[in-house]
């Protein structure tokens, strides 16, 4: 079913002028710590973890999830997003270092009013400046080993002996609030995202050819397994450009979108109309998403 939608959101003059103003290099401690949804220890904490993101398929979504990964065949409808419904959700997805996370960040530094990231949940500790809900929701190892048997996390990872995840319902906070959720994940997180509530939009981050991603992360620095913020390698680029193939060559059929990251101004111009086209125009969507199988 086609749907009108009159209350579309576009990229104003004020969105693009935002983005001559933000993007420019930076660290990331010289962003607010306000910010949701952007810890650094849940990134490390995907890239260090002997198990890595865990993906939570929902058993509630056999059609539109799991089962798609195995067939390169699926179902799909037009689907235009009521104005009245939530928002889409916003995922990007790319190798490690090709810049999907600085993307996130800056979206959400351009119009903090529309976009957000989901707040994660953590098992450790809250640290003196910390506030539960803001930075985190910090919940005892107990609950959020319940949380993961009741498949109720899109994602989640242990680093330094705590765990941190990305759960449903921080994502669907987020989208009942009115705003746009924007997230970053793992290739092994595309099915949990996939889903008739969260109607993903996975947006893929692609390297440019390989003499450009040398020149564009000249100076630039790299979060590894092993090391925080170090200068970019040879090693580092060819990891990239590998792991780029690996993931194109298997989750390439879900992706709504590519963007190129060579030059971060045109990245986020992209991004803003691509997230426009996502909740505003008709997309191809798994049919399940509309006429969804009763379980």
């Known amino acids: 079913m086609l749907m009108c939608c009159n ?10 002028m935002a983005i001559d103003d933000t993007c420019v290099e930076a660290d990331e401690d010289d962003f ?24 939570s398929c929902p058993p509630r979504c056999p059609n539109s999830c799991c089962s798609a990964l195995g067939s390169p065949y699926e179902e799909v409808v037009r689907y235009q997003r009521h104005p009245q419904d939530a928002h889409r959700l916003i995922t990007l997805l790319g190798p490690s270092g090709v810049g999907v996370n600085e993307l996130r960040r800056r979206l959400i530094e351009i119009n903090p009013k529309i976009f957000q990231g989901a707040v994660p949940h953590t098992s450790r500790a809250p640290r ?52 746009i ?4 994940i793992e290739p092994n997180a595309v099915p949990a995202v996939r889903t008739h509530e969260l109607k993903a939009y996975i947006i893929y981050v692609k390297p440019p050819p390989h003499e450009r991603l040398k020149e564009t992360r000249r100076g630039a620095h790299i979060t590894t397994n092993y090391y925080v913020n170090r200068p970019f390698k040879d090693e580092d680029f060819q990891e990239i450009e590998e792991s780029a193939r690996k993931i194109e060559s298997q989750f390439c059929q ?4 590519v963007i190129v990251n060579d030059e971060l101004q045109d990245s986020c111009v992209q991004m803003l ?3 426009r086209k996502a909740q505003d125009e008709p ?11 009763s379980t």
């Open 254 to 257: 879900f992706f709504d979108h």
């Open 7 to 16: 209350d579309s959101f576009s990229p104003t003059e004020e969105d693009m």
């Open 128 to 179: 003196e400046y910390e506030e539960s809900g803001r930075e985190y929701h910090f919940i005892s190892r107990e609950i959020f080993d319940n949380m993961i048997q009741n498949n109720r996390f899109l994602e989640y990872g242990e680093y330094k002996g705590s765990l941190y995840g990305t759960s449903v319902e921080s994502v669907r906070e987020v989208l009942n609030s009115g705003k």
């Open 32 to 55: 607010s710590t306000d910010l949701v949804g952007f810890r650094r220890s849940m990134r490390l904490c995907r890239r260090r973890s002997h198990s890595a993101a865990h993906p």
């Open 273 to 275: 109309t691509a997230v």
């Open 283 to 293: 997309q191809w969507v798994p049919a399940s998403w509309i006429r969804p199988t």
């Open 181 to 184: 959720c924007v997230m970053d």
